[in-house]
């Protein structure tokens, strides 16, 4: 399967400042200020703590996409909320908990090699208890232990609620403890992203509208991990936002693995464009973000909503994956050429100025020169602002894990540069064309040289390019949102003074 859905995977732009202070590919969480170095226990917004004996010290380290993100802060609400101290310096905890991501090798091996430091710790005395929480748990289950038997509790996905009971349980005996269940169905198990103890820069937030997909791309491990498309009501998004808006955010991204699909499975006959336009109305964040467009299903109707809504940004994220019509239809994305060409041709028509970004898988089993060929001419010509690639990894339990005509690791490896190399060529003269225009900008922070950093409404946090502020008065700071005007560029990032 290809990362291509994960936002926290879509970095084609290796060398930018990491304004979120993040480590690249895991997010590990900061210290929490005075409670956590007096050892009290952080709360999260709007909970109670109970008073418990020997509240375990707990870190937290999140690996993958802002999805999983989100269930991370979820579990960390509900920690604190439990007692527990939260602290983000590892060598002072007694219990780390890894939210893993498990839908690439990659991904895999990167979470198993966090667990090795943590066993290593472990068996010097150093740590008292392991836990393992996430996709990879959902995906491997209990044969996640014959490759890390330091593992003291397996969480999960449809588990995330039973995180407090794995943290406190410090009675270890030689039982590992699992919490592993099917999906729930929403509307018997109500799921709600409310109370997180956030992990992302105060001024945005991540907002996840559905659970799971039903598009069945036969690359992709996630309907077997994390299920079918379940989708919050409106009600329930409107009341998250406002949480995390009161709670600072001035922008809101909306994500979920396929959110162009959002509401057909409950019976809510306006859909996307619907939840765009109330969220407009009724949340008071400055910026709200669309991402993980799903292009086959992209209405007139979205778009217009786009267009039309005053907070919603002129941006969209649509991973398209590929542009030769075979190989679209082995991958089971059910659009063409065609159709995607129509498509992109009517966001530009509908929504004058739109940020367009999007993802490529190359390597896919049995592509040819000619149709990879094709997709390189497709990206030279298509204007995007942005594109990730990603190398296809052989998923065995996936249909296309089973073709054949799998493609040999270095034609991968030579493709994928080609690729990045055609994109890189757009993606600068893209970033050109914004020299002399000027443009609000949200402010993200400053960087090791003490320059702001700041993106305008076509640029999404993590993933693009941004824009560099060298002489930015010093009063600014993260969350601010002000004017400013493009005056060169530094590779894909803009170099921006303030605007008179």
């Known amino acids: ?102 839908f690439l090798e990659s991904s895999r091996l990167e979470a198993l090699d966090v667990i090795e430091e943590l066993a290593a710790r472990k ?30 509790a397996l969480v999960g996905v449809n588990n995330r609620d039973d995180i407090v009971q794995a943290v406190w349980r410090m009675d270890r005996d030689a039982e590992v403890d699992q919490y592993m269940g099917d999906y729930h169905r929403f509307e018997t198990h109500p ?25 069945k791309c036969t690359f992709c491990t996630i309907p077997s991990i994390r299920g079918p498309m379940r989708s919050k009501s409106a009600d329930e998004l409107v009341e998250e936002a406002r949480e995390l808006v009161d709670d600072g955010a001035r922008e809101i991204l909306l994500i979920g693995q396929d959110t162009t699909s959002y509401g057909g499975d409950i019976g809510d006959a306006a859909g996307l464009a619907g939840l765009l336009r109330r969220l407009d109305r009724d949340v008071a964040a400055d910026w709200i973000r669309l991402m993980y467009v799903y292009p086959s299903i992209m209405t007139d109707e979205m778009i217009d909503a786009i267009a039309q809504c005053e907070r919603v940004v002129k941006y969209i994220d649509i991973p398209l994956q590929h542009i030769n019509d075979r190989m679209l239809k082995r991958m089971h994305r059910r659009v063409t050429r065609k159709q ?40 030279r010509g298509a204007g995007f602002d942005a594109a990730g690639a990603f190398v296809y990894s052989l998923e065995p339990e996936t249909p296309a894990g089973r073709m054949r005509e799998q493609i ?24 050109r064309a914004w020299i002399g225009r000027a443009f609000g900008m949200i402010v993200d922070g400053r960087d090791a040289d003490s320059r702001l950093i700041a993106r305008h409404a076509g640029q999404a946090p993590e993933v693009d390019a941004v824009c560099i502020a060298p002489k ?12 400013a005007k493009c005056v060169e560029t530094d590779g894909y990032d803009l170099i921006v003074e303030p605007a008179k």
Not at 193 to 215: F, K, M
Not at 472 to 483: E, H, N, S, T
């Open 1 to 102: 399967m290809s990362r291509a859905d994960c936002p926290a995977a879509e970095k084609h732009l290796e060398n930018r400042p990491d304004t979120a202070g993040r480590k690249r590919g895991a997010t590990a969480l900061p210290v929490l200020g005075a409670a956590a170095d007096k050892g009290a226990p952080a709360r999260a917004p709007g909970k109670s703590r109970k008073k418990a004996a020997k509240a375990p010290v707990v870190s937290f380290v999140s690996l993958g996409c802002a999805k999983n993100l989100v269930d991370s802060e979820m579990m960390l609400g509900q920690i604190a909320a439990s007692g527990a101290v939260i602290s983000g310096d590892e060598s002072l905890a007694d219990t780390v908990v890894v939210n893993t991501c498990g």
């Open 123 to 152: 068996r010097a005395g150093d740590l008292k208890r392991i836990v393992v929480a996430g996709c990879l748990v959902q995906r491997d289950g209990e044969s996640l232990l014959e490759a890390a038997p330091d593992i003291d």
């Open 191 to 215: 799921w709600q992203d409310r109370g997180r103890l956030r992990l992302t820069p105060r001024h945005y937030a991540y907002v996840r509208i559905s659970e799971g997909c039903n598009q």
């Open 340 to 379: 995607t060409e129509t498509l992109l041709k009517r966001l530009r028509d509908r929504i004058p100025g739109v940020s367009i970004r999007t993802t490529f898988i190359v390597g896919f089993p049995g592509e040819t020169d000619a149709e990879f060929d094709e997709l390189v001419d497709f990206v």
């Open 408 to 431: 040999d690791d270095e034609t991968k490896r030579e493709r994928h540069e080609r690729l990045m190399l055609a994109q890189q060529d757009v993606a600068l003269e893209a970033a």
């Open 472 to 483: 930015a008065p010093k009063k600014l700071k993260a969350g601010d949102i002000v004017r």
